[in-house]
């Protein structure tokens, strides 16, 4: 299996792998393992209906707790298979992980964007964050509400309800 980088920095990536101890021919397995692993990953939480912080964790954006959880959780994955199949240590498992992930990761965000089903389910949630929820109508509805006020027509020789 040919080595899938094809820029000089997946060049460079290539090399720190080989620097970090492993050998030329496990480059491309650990990168297959990866791939393999987000694509579990990705189907198992979007089973999970966790669609939204999925997508924040393929674009790179990570600063909220529910993705950083996700993240965190997807590294964990990747690690113990590097360790099970490549049969290393979890110090150059982690150092793997950090460097190949973010490249699988864009690779299959890349893939993703380019799916018709998804780029209509993007479509879909654009359109939801348009639409206002029923607290933010009702909210406006209040709002809207507390500046009216009733016009009464006076007339001069009517008497009040209430003596």
Not at 41 to 53: F, M, P, V, Y
Not at 74 to 86: C, E, K, N, S, T
Not at 97 to 103: D, K, M, N
Request: aromatic share 6%.
């Amino acid at each position: 299996m040919p080595v899938p980088f094809l820029q000089k920095s997946h060049a460079y990536a290539a090399q720190v792998l080989h620097k970090a101890g492993l050998k030329f021919s496990q480059i491309p397995e650990a990168i297959q393992i990866t791939r393999e692993t987000v694509e579990v990953w990705l189907q198992k939480e979007l089973a999970n209906g966790n669609a939204q912080q999925v997508l924040l964790v393929l674009k790179g954006q990570v600063q909220e707790k529910g993705p950083k959880l996700l993240l965190d959780k997807l590294q964990d994955m990747v690690l113990i298979r590097l360790m099970l199949h490549l049969g290393i240590r979890g110090a150059l498992a982690t150092n793997i992980a950090t460097l190949v992930l973010p490249f699988v990761l864009k690779k299959v965000f890349d893939q993703a964007r380019r799916n018709p089903k998804v780029q209509a389910w993007w479509q879909e949630q654009q359109w939801r964050e348009q639409i206002p929820t029923l607290e933010k109508i009702k909210s406006k509805m209040q709002q809207f509400g507390s500046t009216l006020t009733p016009v009464r027509k006076s007339t001069e020789g009517e008497q009040p309800l209430f003596i």
